[in-house]
């Protein structure tokens, strides 16, 4: 005998009421769209709803809401709520695209993210293995808060459902809650929303309110009690964003976690939704994985990473860098105190060290900038070595220009690169060489002036220096001297007058006091002498006749 076959599922439409204001949130940006883990909100709802597979999604805006419209994913419906008159209200525009719909109704809040779809499919199929006209989600809380009240009577069923605000005291006790989500008949909601009425203490028209209708009209109203609580809390300020952000990030960690990534702290560790980790890497403490993230696997991240929009291969290392909108392949090294900005890219077995910035780049297979240098729109090739304190010199004040060094080429440390400027393959430069001009292959480049060394400099300079501070005291002393004659004088002898001529015993060519012989004679020798060698020398980075090439 064979089996009959079940009836046909109803179709299903989903509502999302996302017009709220959010004036708690103090912020120019409509609350839906604040981000929960790096994404609006109102996204992961809309992904809860996706999970149940609805012929239609609804979403109800504000109508200077353009914003949200803008985000809206293809295949989501915009509803205008022209004034702001309650929840009722909300899901009366919703229902404005349905018309003529005939199946269920799924009403959700825009600015709940925890939602998620196993609860949904749960919430649907518990709808329609009843048969119930309406089903009410619920949750069981210790601290209800704001939350509206489930009254039940004597046999268990819904009875009503109270806002918080208008609770009276026995009502305000209960702990079971609506969570805000509901399944409703199409039919059963087109004719109880016309005849709701705002009998509250806000003005406002409550969608509890349609549940109260329908019960009055002897409908079947069911609840469902939700496993996980935390799927209905709902975001009204910034201190519940940062709540549910946490309660967000700690299910990617864990979902992390069960596939194999070793998370060290997740107290301290940041991801957002959509960053993917392979298995057997290790995040350490006091590390972000943002945005577009991907890293590898048996990598180390951290501690103190900063990655987004970051691609990082297998069994690489990043530790106390920043990595922005790059790429870092496969066995690369990266930090500590790097920054690796965006449009660069590290080949496999490549090396961005401490102190290192680079931009726009690609740095070759095994190719390492080991420390205190920043390139910059620049290309390096396989196996070349860039030593400490490097620097492309890539932009003229108008524009930006490339650097292109080879393969196998080794650089002195504090070499500059003035773009555009090309280092042929297994080149070498000096250290502290200004590059200005392309090197060819196989090249030694030296743009540095020469040495110049002066003998006994130091010990002339001593002297010259004690014999200005012999000559400054004895200068001082003397003055001092004059001016102690000077008052003793003037009490003396009354006669003696400035026009008073010098003493008889003083010659008349005699020099003024204070004016010590060889106090400013120079001192042998102080003048530098010149160099031997130097006339004729030749420029810069070159070498007298017939003397060895100069050491890079």
Not at 6 to 20: D, E, I, N, Q, T
Not at 212 to 241: F, K, W
Request: proline content about 7%; hydrophobic content about 40%; overall charge negative.
């Amino acid at each position: 005998m064979s089996e009959s076959p079940s009836p046909p599922r109803r179709p299903l439409a989903v509502v999302v009421l996302a017009a709220g204001l959010g004036t708690r949130m103090k912020s120019d940006i409509p609350k839906v769209l604040h981000e929960v883990c790096g994404r609006p909100m109102l996204a992961y709802v809309i992904d809860a709803a996706l999970s149940v597979s609805p012929a239609r999604i609804v979403v109800v805006t504000g109508p200077e809401q353009d914003a949200i419209a803008d985000a809206l994913p293809v295949g989501c419906e915009r509803a205008l709520q022209a004034e702001r008159r309650g929840t009722g209200d909300a899901v009366r525009a919703g229902l404005e695209p349905l018309e003529g719909f005939d199946g269920d109704v799924v009403v959700l809040v825009g600015d709940a993210p925890l939602v998620d779809g196993q609860f949904l499919e749960g919430l649907v199929e518990a709808h329609r293995a009843t048969g119930a006209r309406a089903t009410v989600a619920t949750a069981v809380l210790g601290e209800p808060a704001h939350y509206g009240r489930v009254v039940r009577d004597a046999s268990g069923a819904v009875a009503r459902i109270v806002e918080a605000r208008d609770a009276d005291a026995d009502e305000a006790r209960l702990n079971e809650v609506n969570t805000g989500f509901y399944v409703f008949d199409a039919a059963l909601l087109r004719a109880v929303l016309p005849r709701l009425q705002p009998a509250n203490a806000q003005g406002e028209l409550y969608l509890t309110d349609a549940v109260h209708l329908a019960l009055d009209d002897g409908a079947r109203v069911d609840a469902y009690v939700a496993e996980e609580p935390e799927v209905m809390l709902a975001i009204n300020s910034r201190v519940e964003l940062a709540e549910v952000n946490a309660l967000m990030r700690r299910r990617l960690l864990e979902r992390l976690m069960l596939a194999g990534v070793t998370v060290e702290d997740p107290a301290t560790t940041y991801v957002d939704w959509g960053v993917e980790v392979g298995r057997d890497t290790v995040l350490r403490a006091n590390t972000h994985l943002l945005g577009r993230t991907t890293v590898g696997a048996a990598s180390e991240i951290g501690p103190g990473a900063y990655l987004r929009d970051a691609f990082v291969g297998d069994r690489a290392r990043v530790v106390a860098s920043q990595l922005h909108d790059c790429v870092v392949g496969s066995r690369c090294s990266v930090g500590p105190y790097a920054y690796i900005r965006p449009n660069t890219v590290l080949a496999e077995g490549a090396r961005a060290g401490t102190f290192v910035e680079i931009k726009n780049s690609r740095v070759g297979e095994g190719s390492k900038v080991p420390h205190l240098s920043y390139v910059g729109d620049a290309t390096i090739g396989r196996g070349s070595n860039i030593a400490a304190g490097n620097i492309t010199a890539n932009y003229d004040g108008e524009h930006k220009h490339p650097t292109h060094i080879g393969d196998d080429v080794h650089t002195g440390s504090d070499t500059t690169f003035v773009a555009p400027v090309t280092v042929g393959d297994g080149a070498y430069t000096a250290a502290g060489s200004v590059i200005t001009q392309d090197v060819p292959p196989g090249s030694l480049a030296v743009a540095r002036a020469r040495q110049q060394t002066i003998p006994g400099y130091t010990g002339r300079r001593a002297a010259r220096r004690l014999a200005e501070q012999v000559a400054a005291e004895q200068a001082a002393a003397e003055q001092a001297a004059v001016e102690r004659d000077a008052v003793g004088g003037a009490s003396a002898d009354a006669t003696l007058t400035d026009d008073a001529p010098p003493p008889a015993d003083a010659p008349a060519d005699a020099p003024p006091r204070g004016d010590s012989p060889g106090a400013n004679a120079p001192i042998p020798g102080d003048q530098d002498a010149p160099i031997r060698g130097d006339e004729g020398s030749p420029s810069a980075g070159g070498s007298p006749a017939g003397a060895p090439p100069a050491r890079p």
